[in-house]
């Protein structure tokens, strides 16, 4: 029997997890966490038995203890941020999927290696502000990660069996989004709803407006960085509107290989959940001759209309704690669009000034110097707006 804990397992990544080991045996689920989705928790709980639960806002756990109670539950129900860490760095698991979104993730990512616990990792967030610490950790261990993105999914794919090749090049594909043709003008108008509408992928609202902005492509940048060891100039970012090609690794003898698959997040879920061994798939599949035509599109990214790429780029270079500030203000200004409080075309604006204004860390990084850093971009970019 394998136990899995599952961070974030109200989201869009765990709910898709909870589904994909409904169709596969001997799996037990030990722990899920959530921030304050009380009502799907409780679903989850009745449905799937865990030994305990999660909520990162007590308030949340408080009322999911007298949910429980009323239906006679005996689950365990603990409440607070801490508890995420001693979810992920539970001696009984097998797997922790962290699918837990923003900066708080980085933390029950290190509790899950220093315990030696495998870790199946959906947040990039670990990887972007704490990408020189997680592999530091990695090392001390002698530990992988198991990354679940579909980019980086394929890219971990495509790597296996061919650790005695050199790559040269690494192709992280974007879709795009749904915003991909439209002028700088357009831009300015989008709403919310617009900016939510995701051409290819059904993911949580904070992934499709990054999305919209390409700053999620350069956040997995930075998180290809650190999860692979190629350097930023070996990283490139590509569109591909179709979504089927997931990423492409060219090799020094200019052979390229490439992933494909259908848009959906349950096929590189399983291939997580089920590693090293593989199990039959029984979601949904590519058929190469579904139609009379098969097209596969490529093209270079606008970097004028979508700077956050080049932002991105930066910030990783740059190094230090730079990245951290950048996806603290990157979390800040996306929470203001979806609130309405700033336009779509300012959201890279005030993430460019917050950067303009932090001097960065390219010593070697600490916990505390990252957590200082991420308060204080998120502090800044408030007083931007």
């Excluded at 722990?31 to 679903?43: F, G, I, K, N, T």
């Excluded at 995701?198 to 390409?214: L, Q, V």
Aim: with cysteine.
């Amino acid at each position: 029997m394998k136990k899995i804990v599952i961070l974030g397992s109200t989201g869009s990544i765990g709910t898709q997890a909870l589904e994909v080991i409904e169709t596969l045996d001997n799996y037990e689920i030990l722990a899920l966490a959530a921030h304050s989705s009380v009502e799907l928790m409780e679903q989850q709980i009745l449905k799937f038995d865990p030994h305990c639960a999660v909520m990162a806002d007590k308030d949340a756990a408080q009322k999911l203890k007298e949910k429980l109670r009323v239906q006679q539950s005996s689950v365990e129900v603990i409440g607070g941020l801490s508890a995420l860490e001693n979810l992920a760095s539970d001696k009984n698991a097998d797997l922790v999927l962290n699918a837990l979104v923003g900066a708080v993730g980085l933390k029950p990512s290190l509790a899950c290696i220093e315990a030696g616990n495998q870790l199946a990792l959906a947040n990039k967030e670990s990887m972007v502000i704490g990408g020189e610490l997680i592999n530091k950790k990695l090392a001390e261990n002698n530990q992988q990660i198991l990354p679940v993105d579909s980019e980086h999914n394929a890219v971990f794919q495509l790597l296996e069996g061919n650790e005695n090749k050199k790559v040269e090049r690494i192709y992280l594909t974007a879709s795009g989004g749904p915003f991909l043709s439209y002028s700088r003008q357009e831009l300015q108008n989008v709403s919310v709803g617009e900016a939510l509408n995701h051409p290819n992928w059904d993911m949580g609202p904070k992934i499709t407006i990054d999305s919209a902005t390409m700053m999620n492509k350069g956040l997995e940048v930075i998180e290809a960085h650190y999860l692979f060891g190629n350097p930023f100039t070996e990283i490139k970012i590509i569109i591909h509107p179709e979504s089927i090609i997931h990423s492409m690794v060219e090799f020094v003898d200019g052979s390229i290989h490439a992933e494909m698959g259908p848009s959906d997040m349950k096929l590189p879920i399983q291939y997580v959940l089920t590693y090293p061994e593989t199990e039959v798939c029984r979601g949904s599949r590519l058929d190469l001759l579904a139609g009379e035509n098969f097209n596969l599109n490529l093209q270079k990214p606008d970097r004028e209309r979508f700077p956050a790429i080049d932002l991105a780029y930066q910030a990783g270079k740059q190094g230090g704690t730079m990245p951290a500030v950048l996806n603290a203000a990157n979390e800040v200004v996306v929470n203001a669009f979806l609130e309405g409080r700033i336009a779509f075309d300012e959201i890279t604006d005030i993430i460019s000034r917050v950067m303009d204004r932090h001097d960065g860390d390219k010593n070697s990084v600490s916990l505390d110097n990252i957590i200082a850093a991420d308060q204080w971009a998120r502090s800044a970019a408030e007083e931007v707006f």
